[in-house]
């Protein structure tokens, strides 16, 4: 039986499995820990997405700070998990069953924005007439 090719640029099921895998195991990790770091500490960080890499020695984890919306606080939320991402992948290496555990590269988190500027101007009065008048 032939294995199935994944098109060119998409995922494969395996890297999908992955991420998630590493995507619940690092939202676990970062809920319990204590972190000393003060943009760390007290914040509630939402992992909304980690891809990694074909061979699966990288991940970039998309992360953003819930309650704060500012591209400054994603900034800084990505950029104190990078300083932190040492402790975080020992901890990984500890949670999850993966023979290497990756490279872990934090990037702030834009989508929430971009889904909620989508959302306002769907909800626009003028795009829900045109909408309407075409349904």
């Known amino acids: 039986m032939a294995r199935r090719q ?4 998409l995922p494969s099921q395996r890297q999908l499995r992955a991420g ?23 914040v509630i960080v939402t992992v909304g997405e980690v891809r990694c ?6 991940a970039n984890i998309f992360v953003t700070p819930l309650g704060d919306d500012s591209e400054e606080g994603r900034k800084r939320l990505a ?10 992948r020992t901890r990984l290496g ?3 069953e993966l023979k290497f555990t990756p ?9 929430y924005d971009e ?3 989508i959302d306002r101007l769907l909800n626009d009065p003028r795009v829900r007439r045109d909408v309407e008048s075409e349904g």
Request: proline share 7%; net charge negative.
């Open 103 to 111: 490279e872990l590269h934090f990037i702030a988190d834009s989508s």
């Open 20 to 42: 998630e895998i590493v995507r619940h195991a690092l939202a676990e990790i970062i809920s319990r820990e204590d972190f000393r770091d003060p943009d760390l500490s007290n």
């Open 53 to 58: 890499s074909p061979d699966l020695k990288h």
């Open 79 to 88: 950029d104190a998990l990078t300083r932190a991402k040492g402790f975080l």
């Open 115 to 117: 889904a909620t500027a």
């Open 6 to 9: 994944t098109p060119p640029g």
């Open 94 to 96: 500890r949670e999850i």
